[in-house]
């Protein structure tokens, strides 16, 4: 299915409780809530992150949040609601938060993921993504994560002296 299809958007205020929900039945199965509503609104609204969306009909359908740092930005939410799954539409979120990485100078993108989802880490494998470490117990000491990444440029250099430019006479 063509990406195109899927316009997308930043996140709005009145996006939040459902984009609140989406992470709740999605992401934090079995692990509590932690992304309600005041969190999620407070996620969108910090300067170093960005929340994009796909809606169909006016509505959230899908979302990303990613949060960026000096160098390095952290995935933090990627999901699709269950009806629009395989339709391309986590993929077209995840290019265009690739991108704003890119855009933004950023040398890499991580993120964690349940080390028992196999289909996730195939997603981001498929898109770039390496293994970077297990994490035992990172979800609620219940869960181990996988931390993935992907190198986007190589890490800066040491800064090096500045020296004026001179002129040379041949």
Same mark, same amino acid.
């Given at each position: 299915m063509p990406t195109d299809r899927w +316009?997308? $958007?930043?996140? !709005?205020? %009145?996006?939040? %409780?459902?984009?609140?929900?989406? #992470?709740?039945d999605l992401i934090e199965v079995g692990l509590g809530w932690r992304y309600d509503t005041p969190r999620m609104l407070r996620l969108? $609204?910090?300067?170093?992150?960005?929340? %994009?969306?796909?809606?169909?009909?006016?509505? +959230?359908?899908? =979302? *990303?949040?990613? !949060?960026?740092?000096?160098?390095?930005?952290?995935?933090?939410?990627?999901?699709? &609601? #269950?009806?629009?799954? $395989? !339709?391309?539409?986590? $993929?077209q979120l995840l290019h265009w938060l690739l991108d704003s990485a890119r855009c933004a100078g950023m040398a890499e993108v991580n993120l964690?993921?349940?080390?028992?989802?196999? *289909?996730?880490? &195939? =997603? @981001?494998?498929?898109? *770039?993504?390496?293994?970077?470490?297990?994490? %035992?117990? @990172?979800y609620q000491q219940r869960e181990s994560a996988l931390r993935m990444r992907r190198v986007l440029r190589p890490a800066s250099l040491p800064d090096l002296a500045w020296q004026a430019p001179t002129l040379r006479r041949r």
């Open positions: +316009p997308l $958007r930043l996140a !709005q205020t %009145p996006d939040a %409780p459902t984009l609140a929900r989406l #992470s709740r969108m $609204r910090h300067a170093d992150t960005l929340v %994009p969306v796909v809606c169909d009909a006016g509505l +959230p359908v899908g =979302f *990303g949040a990613m !949060q960026f740092g000096d160098e390095q930005a952290h995935l933090v939410l990627l999901a699709v &609601a #269950s009806s629009h799954q $395989r !339709q391309g539409i986590a $993929r964690e993921l349940r080390s028992s989802n196999a *289909g996730a880490r &195939a =997603f @981001y494998r498929a898109l *770039g993504f390496s293994d970077a470490g297990l994490l %035992p117990g @990172y």
